[in-house]
């Protein structure tokens, strides 16, 4: 048997065998994988939505999750994170 063939048989027992934050990484790295994202096809925007998606259900707020730009084609995805008071930066 192939090297690769038992690689493919060994995944989803390992996967099975894994955390349930493992097997929450494997459907979230599925998923994106599965958007077509390459240039010149119109599925960009499904991808970044995709990610917005999991950002608002990881606890982001959803002002805090945005699509910006010309169309929405064009757009990216931004995500701000707050930082705590630590971060601040301190007038000299």
């Given amino acids: 048997m192939s ?3 038992l690689g493919a048989q060994a995944a989803p ?3 099975a065998r894994g955390s ?3 097997a929450e990484e494997r459907a979230i790295l599925s998923e994106l994988v599965s958007i077509d994202s390459s ?3 119109p599925r960009l ?3 970044a ?3 917005a998606r999991r950002m608002r259900v990881a ?3 959803a002002a805090d999750v945005q699509m910006l730009g010309p169309t929405p084609a064009l757009s990216a995805l931004v995500v ?3 930082g705590g008071a630590s971060g601040r930066r301190r007038s000299s």
């Fill in 59 to 61: 606890g982001f707020a």
């Fill in 39 to 41: 240039s010149h096809t």
């Fill in 49 to 51: 939505q995709a990610v």
């Fill in 13 to 15: 027992t390992i996967a």
């Fill in 80 to 82: 701000r994170s707050g």
């Fill in 3 to 5: 090297a690769s063939l």
């Fill in 45 to 47: 925007p499904r991808l």
């Fill in 20 to 22: 349930p934050a493992r």
